[in-house]
């Protein structure tokens, strides 16, 4: 009578008994027992067809199968890397707001097949970042209109978490913020991703330094959709607003929440007034010739 056995395993140096000295054989591999020594990088799964000679068991097939030790990504992880990656294009400009956003050419340019796009496309949706019309589905634009709303909502937040996080944030983490904003020096040297990747660090900091969750998910929220406007940066920005990120600083580190709470309603003050004299082409903030298509080599924090 035969025994099928399936399993992982990678030494089978004893699948038969063997003869001791005196004669009595020794257990090998009984029906139902694999020998498992796991590599790390891959295992090999045998199938063992065991039969009886004697009540001895004997292989009398074996077939083995060579597999990455890992299991192969799943749709959910797949369609979360591309949420994140069509996220970032969206952020980054490459997706401006009113592009046509097709699951066959994202799938293509992001090396995935078309079912976790299609699920990364949907759930951006649902979150507000792409605008659906019948089968078609275009990047969300934020308006003028919308992008002040915006900023009149974090002055109130923003200005209230920074009250809450004075007296909670640890020198040691002030400190690195303050490393973090005093280490961009020349506009000209600081890439795009890292001025919103210091940007992030120090609002969304002090948004979860506030203890409060709901405050801090808001912030995270609109300071994406602030993004998503499309002027990522304001000419004459960049050493203002690095002050202003650093009077904010000082004032945490003194834990004075009323004055944290000034610095961070004065910054977001400001950021909107230089939105509203780049578009308006105010003298004090307009862009020198070029500058306007020349603004990825300038800075701005909001």
């Known amino acids: 009578m035969g025994a099928f056995v399936t399993g992982p395993a990678t030494i089978m140096s004893e699948i038969a008994p063997q003869t001791g000295a005196a004669g009595h054989s020794r257990p090998g591999l009984s029906p139902g027992r694999l020998i498992k020594n796991e590599a790390p990088l891959l295992h090999i799964f045998a199938s063992i067809h065991l039969t009886r000679s004697n009540g001895i068991p004997k292989v009398s097939h074996m ?29 980054a400009g490459v997706l401006p707001g009113g592009t046509v956003v097709q699951d066959r050419k994202l799938a293509e340019q992001l090396g995935l097949s078309r079912t976790p796009v299609r699920e990364a ?9 792409l605008r659906r019309d ?21 002055r109130l ?13 640890t020198l040691p983490r002030l400190a690195e913020l303050r490393a973090a904003i005093e280490g ?30 709901m405050m801090a998910r808001l ?19 960049f050493d203002p607003g690095k002050a202003e990120h650093l009077a904010i600083i000082a004032a945490l580190e003194q834990g004075d929440g009323d004055a944290a709470a000034r610095a961070m309603t004065h ?9 509203l004299d ?14 306007r298509e020349d603004l990825k080599n300038q800075g701005s924090t909001s």
């Open 278 to 291: 780049l578009l308006a082409g105010t003298p004090s903030y307009a862009a020198p010739a070029g500058a």
């Open 121 to 129: 496309l949907g759930r951006l949706a649902g979150e507000g970042y």
């Open 134 to 154: 019948k089968r078609i589905l275009t990047v969300q634009s934020v308006s003028f209109e919308d992008v002040m709303e915006i900023l009149a909502t974090r």
């Open 184 to 213: 961009m020096i020349d506009p000209r040297e600081v890439s795009h991703d890292r001025h919103w990747t210091v940007d992030d660090l120090v609002h969304q900091s002090i948004a979860e330094a506030s203890g409060n969750r």
């Open 219 to 237: 912030v995270k929220d609109l300071r994406e959709r602030t993004r998503m406007f499309g002027l990522s940066r304001i000419p004459r920005r």
């Open 63 to 91: 077939e083995m199968q060579l597999q990455s030790s890992g299991p192969p990504p799943s749709d959910e992880s797949l369609a979360v890397r591309a949420m994140n990656e069509i996220r970032r294009m969206i952020f």
């Open 157 to 169: 937040i923003e200005g209230e978490t920074a009250r809450l996080a004075a007296g909670r944030m």
């Open 267 to 275: 910054h977001i003050d400001n950021a909107r007034q230089g939105i």
